[in-house]
């Protein structure tokens, strides 16, 4: 069997090109939807996706603000400038770019931020709507980006036995709360593993759809992976290649070619599910504005 290929890449487009209707329309009546990142420091990845951000936004006809800070900055100049997004009319969603110096606690600067302005979905108070099945509540980027690719990819998730690997609070665990959800790309019966789940091979080969976000580079392989599933690879690795020009590759979280043998769709890495975050993060700042027009 070779599995179909769900093309993150045109799927995105697809998205943004919906948005960028939906945004004209937000217009013509009054609201530009503003996205705004906050960004401290000199991380250079983390620069590349804020431009990629920007860019995004000002193409689909939002508003964009990209506020840059020192290194140094204090905790208490970061909340100050929180509060004046919390307050912004213009800005419907923000974030706070992480990872954050490490003189400034995390946590307290994401509960400041106000919930119905986090677009990363990371707040306590989005976490908890989302898992009550609260349909106004940002759901994050990455698995909101998974969700769509199956929704807009046909594959129908009811009754299906979801296993997702990794239980992080980005990826894994607000995957497992969409996943069960009575919702289109819901409706599934969910298992995570996590780094001490035991016979994590013989957990997965019951997966229907697996989805696997851990870091650790084609760690899944095909004996994993039961025959016609579908595979959704969210790990982002860079190995050691001298063959390529850089130096390095980018690889999954799952062995792509001996998978898409057995499997009957999957994710490619790069050009799937990573390239999908940017457009889920203008479609919650979009719903933002929605909701905060009261529609
Ligand atoms: P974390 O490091 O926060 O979490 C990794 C999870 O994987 C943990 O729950 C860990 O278990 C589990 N794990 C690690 N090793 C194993 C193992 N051998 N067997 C079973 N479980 C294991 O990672 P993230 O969730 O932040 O990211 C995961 C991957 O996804 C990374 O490659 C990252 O780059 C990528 N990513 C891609 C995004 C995108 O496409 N835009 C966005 C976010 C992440 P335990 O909890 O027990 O330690």
Redesign the pocket.
């Known amino acids: 069997m070779s599995a179909r290929v769900l093309d993150g890449t045109r799927l995105a487009d697809e998205i943004r090109r919906d948005l960028a209707v939906e945004v004209a329309q937000l217009v013509a009546g009054g609201v530009q939807p503003g996205l705004a990142v906050v960004i401290v420091g000199e991380d250079p990845a983390s620069k590349v996706y804020v431009a990629s951000k920007g860019k995004a936004c000002l193409e689909a006809g939002m508003h964009s603000e990209t506020i840059r800070l020192p290194v140094e900055t204090t905790e208490a100049d970061l909340l100050a400038t929180v509060d004046r997004l919390n307050a912004d009319p213009r800005i419907h969603g923000f974030l706070v770019q992480l990872p954050l110096p490490k003189h400034i606690n995390s946590e307290r600067v994401l509960l400041r931020i106000n919930p119905t302005k986090d677009v990363d979905g990371f707040h306590p108070m989005n976490v908890g709507r989302l898992s009550v099945g609260d349909q106004t509540a940002f759901r994050p980027a990455?698995p909101f980006g998974v969700q769509q690719m199956l929704i807009r990819s046909g594959i129908d998730t009811k009754g299906m036995h979801a296993v997702i690997?990794?239980?992080?609070n980005?990826?894994?665990k607000p995957m497992a709360s969409l996943l069960v959800q009575d919702t289109p790309g819901g409706n599934c019966t969910v298992t995570i593993?996590?780094?001490?789940?035991r016979d994590?091979p013989a957990i997965t080969r019951l997966a229907d759809l697996l989805v696997v976000?851990?870091?650790?580079p084609e760690?899944v392989t095909a004996d994993m992976v039961k025959p016609g599933a579908v595979v959704i690879d969210?790990?982002?690795?860079r190995v050691t290649d001298p063959a390529a020009a850089k130096g390095y590759r980018i690889v999954g979280?799952v062995a792509y070619a001996p998978v898409a043998e057995v499997a009957s769709a999957i994710t490619p890495v790069p050009g799937g599910?990573?390239k999908m975050?940017i457009a889920m993060l203008l479609m919650n700042t979009v719903q933002a504005a929605r909701q905060a027009r009261g529609s």
């Open positions: 990455t690997v990794g239980r992080s980005i990826v894994g593993c996590h780094s001490r789940s994590l976000a851990i870091g650790k760690f969210v790990g982002i690795n979280d599910v990573g975050t």
